[in-house]
């Protein structure tokens, strides 16, 4: 039953590794979104892909790579992971961009040590 | 780009009484404003939204008013209850870009 979801719930990981976060959704929308949120809770948009294709690449560090093998799916690779990374990452969907309501996962906290 | 403000960062209120958040827009062009709802250790969950063509809606406790000449919009939960604390995000949206506001914690005390 579950619209979004997101694998793992819980990383904890060392400076320098790399990781993959997993995201997939049933809902059958086109868009789907990764975005960031840190300790102050502010939500800040990383991704954004629209029918596999990139449509919005934030200000984002190129040790993120975001990985569309198809509509339902949007991964997000890091690579050499920094203390700064530290966080939790929120995949979405939607149908169309930007203009209908976005649904999220439940999140993954990730934390570099 | 859009750039959004949403005041206040935290809020209190007494269970029963009424609760506003109100959001800044600096671009004229954004045309979808929803709000989001966010509970400890759970993703945001759309709990209202309006888009530019409309000053006003409202579903129950919640209610969201938008002034597009002046380039806000507000937020509205009456007879709030417990499980209303949480954090709320506004949101403005144009084209295919989507602008969070900073967030309100807010806690309603029984």
């Known amino acids: 039953d579950t619209a979004v979801s997101q694998t793992p719930k819980y990383l904890v990981t060392q400076m320098g590794n790399d990781k993959s976060i997993k995201c997939e959704q049933n809902l059958g929308h086109d868009t789907m979104y990764w975005y960031k949120q840190d300790s102050k809770k502010f939500l800040k948009i990383m991704f954004s892909y629209n029918n596999k294709e990139l449509i919005i690449n934030e200000t984002v560090p190129n040790r993120f790579s975001p990985k569309s093998p198809d509509k339902a799916h949007l991964n997000l690779h890091i690579n050499s992971l920094e203390l700064g990374d530290s966080a939790v990452y929120f995949c979405a969907s939607s149908q169309g961009l930007a203009i209908n309501e976005q649904y999220f996962g439940p999140g993954t906290r990730l934390t570099v040590t | ?110």
Not at chain 2, 40 to 62: A, C, F, T
Request: glycine residues 8%; proline residues 5%; negative net charge.
């Open chain 2, 1 to 110: 780009g859009e750039n959004v403000e949403q005041h206040p960062s935290t809020l209190s209120v007494q269970e029963g009484d009424s609760a506003v958040i109100k959001c800044t827009y600096s671009d004229s062009a954004s045309n979808y404003f929803p709000w989001y709802k966010q509970e400890l250790g759970k993703g945001p969950q759309l709990i209202i939204d309006i888009r530019s063509n409309v000053g006003e809606k409202k579903d129950q406790r919640i209610a969201v008013t938008l002034n597009k000449t002046a380039k806000h919009f507000s937020l509205h939960i009456t007879e709030t209850q417990p499980e209303d604390s949480a954090v709320y995000f506004c949101a403005a949206s144009m084209g295919n870009q989507f602008y969070f506001g900073t967030g309100t914690s807010l806690t309603v005390i029984p």
